[in-house]
């Protein structure tokens, strides 16, 4: 069953539309997002100390094969939201919080709205 999630606070910061090519860009970091599996391995991530996590403490929170994990792992590097480092024999992930944050500003209603480009009709109009 599906919750309401709580509405995002207000931006006071007026911004344009996307153009065509930032909604492309922006959109494969939407659908990277876009599975469970990766969206819980952000919020694992992001949850820890300095929001970096070591990949020992990740793969113990699914019921998923390592390679399953690491593919997921991948498919967040890759779409720019995490990034990784290996130390010795284990790799750490970090959040890129510019990215996050970036991504969470353009869900964010605006206090400064476009204008209408559109005339109303006639039939439109308050009596």
């Known amino acids: ?3 309401l999630l709580p509405l995002l606070p207000s931006s006071t910061t007026p ?6 090519e930032d909604a492309v860009d922006l959109a494969a970091a939407f659908k990277a997002l876009g599975d ?5 391995l952000v919020s694992l991530i992001a949850a820890h100390d300095g929001g970096e996590a070591c990949v020992c403490d990740l793969t113990g929170a699914f019921d998923l094969t390592g390679p399953t994990i690491s593919h997921h ?3 967040l ?3 720019g939201l995490i990034t ?6 284990w790799i ?3 959040i890129q919080t510019e990215v996050i944050g970036h991504l969470a500003e353009l869900l964010a209603p605006t206090t400064a709205p476009l204008a209408p480009t559109c005339t ?8």
């Open 120 to 127: 109303p009709e006639e039939g439109d109009l308050p009596e």
């Open 84 to 89: 990784g480092e290996r130390r010795g024999t």
């Open 73 to 75: 792992l991948k498919v």
């Open 36 to 40: 469970p599996v990766r969206l819980r």
């Open 77 to 79: 590097r890759l779409a």
């Open 1 to 3: 069953m599906s919750k």
């Open 92 to 94: 750490y992930y970090r």
């Open 15 to 20: 911004r344009a539309p996307l153009s065509a």
